[in-house]
């Protein structure tokens, strides 16, 4: 019977740590072990969401478009999976232009209409580059 009491004097002092555990989640000590599994869903499903927070906050990039003369420059705030066609339209209206008259350029690369951000592994303050489109010749 010793031995008996010994085990329960064991499961006392864990019963002490459950409780602690059970004050910082809120679940009584018999649910314990099977919250232990549920607490740490949580608390990844927090650290999750800090993560979604920071991904959101990543999500966006700064871009800078500057012309080929370096005289006209703008700042776009895009989010990273948007193709860069909107960016394009969006400029060309603001200054004036049809987005065939001009070429747009990254890391000396020309951007079509399906890249996006990401795809280019543009980060924030990337610059594009802008040149007038050349056609013809002899």
């Known amino acids: 019977m010793s031995d008996e009491e010994t085990p329960n004097t064991q499961p006392s002092t864990s019963e002490t740590t459950n409780e602690a555990g059970s004050s910082a989640t809120g679940v009584p000590d ?4 099977r919250q232990s599994t549920s607490v740490a869903n949580p608390n ?5 969401v800090a993560e979604d927070k920071t991904a959101a906050t990543d999500e966006y990039i700064r871009l800078r478009v500057i012309t080929s003369d370096m005289t006209n420059e703008v700042h776009f705030r895009v989010k990273a ?3 860069l066609v909107r960016l394009k339209r969006s400029y060309c209206s603001k200054l004036g232009f049809q987005v065939d008259e001009l070429r747009f350029v990254f890391d000396g690369h ?4 399906e890249d996006t951000p990401k795809s280019l592994g543009m980060i924030n303050d ?11 010749g002899m």
């Open 81 to 83: 999976a948007t193709a």
């Open 44 to 48: 990844s499903g927090a650290l999750e």
């Open 110 to 113: 020309r951007i079509t209409d």
């Open 30 to 33: 018999d649910d314990h072990q």
């Open 126 to 136: 990337d610059v594009i580059e802008i040149y007038q489109e050349r056609t013809g």
